[in-house]
């Protein structure tokens, strides 16, 4: 009898990993690039590498539940006559009537105007529900000007020109044919069930030198009231925003690569742009050299989730932040409960991203008049606005903690990285050193 | 300056007054304003020249002007004595506007309602996003004209340069003269009498007395590429 040869283990491989594999068996399968909703979801150097320092001897910080705090913002302060005035510094991105239902939309602008901050319509125009149910709306000015008319734009609280978002710098919109009802049809001038493009760039300038006179144009029409917002990707920070301020811009918003989208390809998804954390020191830097800091605003979107990660964007140098997808997970988003409704869409509650499919069990990203009807709007509103305050109360905590009565006095040197790589990109120094790669040497404090 | 003539005609000369004083006077006018008629000096190439009006007035503009004149225009009759820059008309609701000279770049963009008429040439990608907005040019139009075109009508007495259509939808195109190459997904299609009643019609609205709708020939989607299909990459 031989000896037994004993077996080795079986190993997977790094390279080849169990996604890889089935995305290669997919492709195989089908012929066609894979498209999906969300941001990358690969990791990236993101808030969680950064650390707040706290006070100590050296810092006194406030007293949590008495001393005050302040969380106001003030957006559109250069050459708008209407600012917009906002309780806290988040506001709801940019999200389409047809990427979501009515409900969803109606939604977000109750949870919003609960807690006092704005929210943003997308591709595909404005809704009466939402501009009803929101108290301060702004307008997406986008590509495609699906629904565009004088008359909404007019309506507005503020006018957001969208270049580009982070999770497809570069590239347009889609909505496939499964999610075009009769009504989003009908707003957007287009037969019914035929997948819909939006285009990368506006039908009518291209440019900065353009896009100056494009916002001449847009405050001409609406008296120079409405502030305008320009919306960036993350893809060259200092030169887009530098020349977003020489077009005239009251705000910018720049959304990075985390930032979620109804739908596009995953290797767009996943392979374009800049993390959010490397794109918001270049875009403040931006600001300083051209004297404007605290004069445009900055909004930064892109993978917040919770108060730290608002605390560590206003620290960075950002005036206010913007949440996308953790606002369709305070919806009811990707719940645990429809776990078996999930399964059979061949997913898992918290992974669920074929938004583009218009089946999602929790009545959001859809135009199936069943499915829609599962989100209350009230009650899913409500819960937006619990987040948003708790999200509040977060940021408030650490400014109190690192000796701010006011958020916006939130800056770098209260903030320390865990790796090199956030220290590069966030320039603070690298937890216990005094050491910002790229910027000082390693000595000393 | 501001000068009333007579009780109907307003002049605004912008040599000597700001844009925005014309554009806010322009914005006051309501339905059944006995203001209806307004002259427009001395533009000179400005930008966003009677923009956003909601009126059934009519604006005569005594020259060239630059970006985006009439720009989201309802209800009023602009008319541009003159050539016009780029964007002209772009997202127009309803009304007429007519440039006696040639237009620039993006003429009439993403329009949804009313008659804009060229009476020179158009430069490239006019009726570009077109969302029922209709379009008659008497001389030539440039490259991409009606890319993504969704609905409305484009009416060429002239050519029509490269890519004419790509990616259109359901606007549909007459052109008189030659058509240098069409557009992914564009096609020629058959004039039929619909088509020939409809010609009539937007012809007359332009003033065009010297075409015959017999004369052109349509082109509208071939509906390929409306619902992806991998065989179809190459015409992406």
Not at chain 1, 142 to 165: C, F, H, T, W
Not at chain 2, 185 to 212: N, Y
Request: net charge neutral; proline share 5%; glycine share 12%.
């Amino acid at each position: 009898m031989s000896p037994k040869i004993p077996l080795t283990t079986p190993r997977s491989s790094a390279v080849f990993d169990d996604y890889t594999l089935s995305e290669i068996r997919r492709a195989a399968a089908t012929g066609i690039y894979d498209i999906r909703g969300g941001g990358a979801k690969r990791r990236v150097p993101h808030f969680d590498d950064l650390l707040f320092l706290g006070a100590s001897v050296s810092r006194y910080p406030l007293e949590g539940y008495r001393e005050k705090c302040s969380t106001t913002v003030t957006l559109g302060t250069r050459f708008a006559k209407k600012p917009i005035e906002l309780k806290i510094p988040i506001t709801i991105a940019g999200m389409s009537f047809g990427a979501l239902s009515a409900n969803a939309k109606e939604a977000l602008g109750r949870g919003a105007s609960i807690a006092g901050t704005s929210t943003t319509t997308g591709d595909g125009g404005m809704t009466p529900e939402e501009r009803g149910q929101s108290k301060t709306l702004v307008y997406q000015y986008l590509p495609s000007r699906y629904g565009m008319n004088p008359d909404d734009l007019r309506k507005a609280d503020a006018i957001e020109i969208v270049v580009g978002q982070g999770a497809k710098p570069g590239g347009g919109g889609m909505l496939l044919g499964q999610k075009i009802s009769d009504r989003v049809a009908e707003m957007r001038n287009l037969p019914k069930g035929i997948d819909q493009r939006s285009a990368c760039r506006h039908p009518d300038w291209t440019g900065p030198d353009d896009l100056e006179i494009k916002i001449l144009e847009l405050r001409e029409i609406t008296g120079w009231e409405k502030p305008i917002y320009i919306k960036v990707g993350g893809t060259r920070p200092y030169y887009d925003v530098a020349l977003a301020v020489k077009a005239g811009a009251d705000v910018i918003v720049l959304d990075g690569m985390q930032g979620g989208t109804a739908a596009t390809q995953e290797v767009f998804i996943e392979h374009v742009g800049l993390p959010t954390l490397a794109c918001i020191r270049p875009a403040v830097q931006a600001l300083q050299d051209l004297g404007m800091h605290r004069k445009v605003q900055l909004i930064v979107s892109g993978g917040i989730r919770n108060g730290a990660d608002v605390a560590k964007a206003l620290a960075l140098g950002a005036d206010a932040v913007s949440i996308g997808i953790a606002a369709l997970a305070a919806l009811g988003d990707n719940d645990p409960a429809l776990e078996a409704e999930y399964e059979k869409l061949g997913t898992r509650a918290g992974c669920y991203d074929d938004w583009h499919e218009g089946r999602d069990p929790a009545g959001i990203t859809t135009q199936d008049p069943e499915l829609s009807k599962r989100l209350d709007p009230v009650r899913a509103g409500r819960r937006l606005a619990n987040y948003l305050k708790v999200m509040t109360l977060e940021v408030q905590t650490i400014a109190r903690a690192a000796g701010h009565n006011n958020i916006h006095n939130l800056e770098p040197e209260d903030l320390c990285a865990l790796t090199i790589e956030a220290a590069a990109m966030a320039r603070v120094p690298l937890a216990g050193t005094a050491w910002i790669p790229g910027v000082t040497g390693a000595g000393g404090f | 300056m501001q000068q009333l003539i007579g009780e109907l005609m307003r002049t605004y000369d912008l040599a000597q007054s700001p844009l925005r004083e014309l554009n806010e006077e322009l914005h006051r006018q309501k339905d059944g304003s006995n203001e209806a008629q307004w002259e427009v000096l001395n533009p000179r190439g400005g930008h966003a020249i009677a923009v956003g009006v909601d009126a059934p007035i009519n604006i005569d503009v005594r020259g060239s002007v630059g970006y985006y004149c009439a720009g989201m225009n309802k209800k009023a009759t602009v008319t541009v004595h003159g050539s016009a820059g780029p964007g002209v008309a772009e997202n127009m609701m309803s009304g007429k506007v007519v440039i006696k000279g040639d237009a620039s770049q993006y003429a009439g963009a993403t329009g949804h309602g009313g008659l804009l008429v060229i009476e020179g040439n158009a430069s490239s990608r006019c009726g570009i996003s077109m969302k029922g907005i209709d379009i008659v040019v008497k001389g030539n139009i440039g490259h991409m004209s009606a890319f993504m075109a969704q609905s409305g009508h484009l009416v060429v007495l002239g050519d029509a340069g490269d890519a004419l259509g790509d990616s259109i939808y359901e606007a549909q195109l007459f052109v008189r003269g030659k058509v240098k190459s069409l557009g992914a997904d564009c096609i020629e299609k058959e004039m039929r009498p619909e088509h020939h009643e409809a010609l009539t019609k937007l012809l007359e609205g332009a003033g065009i007395t010297d075409a015959k709708p017999s004369e052109f020939r349509r082109y509208g989607s071939a509906r390929k590429l409306y619902n992806f299909n991998i065989d179809n990459a190459d015409a992406y």
